[in-house]
């Protein structure tokens, strides 16, 4: 190596959702209960929504992440399928 970083070029999407999914590696690892694999997905939200989101799951009792996927699961259910 010449001590340059290297250049990088762009990487094409898969030309399909389902193969866009395998492609990206969504089965990294298992859940805790060991019933379905994980992926960790990142979104951006304002610090004033983080809070709030932060406060209703203490008040419940739950984490952050558990309640955010209970909360995913019941919006984009598995019957849904590709159906909009």
Known sequence: MNGRPSKRGF?????????????????????????????????????????????????RGQTVADMLRDLLAREFPESQGDTP
Do not use: C, H, M, Y
């Open 11 to 59: 990487i094409a999407r898969p030309g399909t959702a389902e193969d866009w999914i395998k492609e990206s590696g969504i089965a990294l690892g298992r859940s805790n209960d060991g019933s379905a694999f994980t992926a960790r997905l990142t979104i951006d939200v304002t610090p004033e929504l983080r809070g709030r989101i932060k406060i209703v799951a203490f008040q």
